[in-house]
């Protein structure tokens, strides 16, 4: 059984360039969840999609936005990188109820130079 | 606003040794209280979880209590392992805005010794 894959594991941009980042959720999860995790920090929201629909939102730049596919697969789109956007960046999928256990990728460690 | 606060770490212990990592939180509503860990190089795993006061969430020999009377959600374990070294994250979920989201704190690293 395939936990939470993503894509890719390492990046590197540089500042104002545009990236792209992938999610595969776990079988049986139809809800994806995106964080940033700077280091030496906990993660922190970014949005959360479900049927398609972006259907809640954290305290991130309109820079960030995000799609959801009929497959339930996610991506994370991020323009005009700045340095301070160099983080890991999580990916979690949960069935569609709130507070439904998340299962968390091994990330993609995005570096912007 | 709903908030985390982790003790400070890292927090270096001898195998064997007895471990305390202490939570606190501030939630507007009834939140969900959950310990996630993560490995190095890894994604965060759930380690346990509790839904409502008094609760006791349980995993792998770890345990947490839901007290509402103190807003905290402390892990433990009674004998750690060398295996148990990683970063501890306290997180909530908030009933109160039907909220979707975790709140996480800033971590605990957790270092034991052979």
């Known amino acids: 059984d395939a936990g939470v894959t993503q894509s890719p594991t390492h990046l590197i941009k540089t500042r104002g360039q545009q990236v792209t980042l992938r999610c595969s959720p776990k079988s049986g999860h139809d809800t994806v969840s995106w964080y940033q995790q700077a280091l030496g920090q906990g993660p922190q929201f970014i949005f959360q999609?479900?049927?398609?629909?972006?259907?809640q939102r954290g305290n991130f730049p309109d820079r960030f936005s995000g799609h959801q596919f009929p497959n339930y697969s996610s991506e994370l789109n991020v323009n005009a990188l700045l340095l301070g956007d160099s983080a890991l960046y999580l990916c979690?999928?949960?069935?569609?109820?709130?507070?439904?256990?998340?299962?968390f990728g091994n990330g993609t460690r995005l570096t912007v130079t | 606003g709903n908030s985390v606060t982790q003790m400070e770490g890292p927090v270096t212990l001898s195998e064997e040794a007895f471990l305390t990592i202490n939570c606190t939180y501030t939630?507007?509503?009834?939140?969900?209280l959950f310990w996630y860990v993560q490995y190095p190089g890894e994604g965060l795993q759930l380690l346990l979880k509790a839904t409502k006061a008094d609760d006791k969430g349980s995993n792998k020999g770890f345990e947490a209590t839901y007290r509402k009377e103190t807003t905290s959600f402390h892990l433990e374990k009674g004998s750690v392992q060398v295996s148990d070294s990683a970063v501890y994250f306290c997180?909530?979920?908030?009933?109160?805005?039907?909220?979707?989201?975790?709140?996480f704190g800033s971590g605990t690293r957790l270092l034991v010794r052979p």
């Open positions: 979690a999928s949960s069935r569609g109820q709130p507070h439904s256990p998340l299962h």
């Open positions: 997180a909530l979920s908030d009933t109160a805005d039907s909220s979707y989201k975790l709140i």
């Open positions: 999609y479900y049927e398609e629909e972006e259907r």
């Open positions: 939630a507007t509503g009834y939140p969900s």
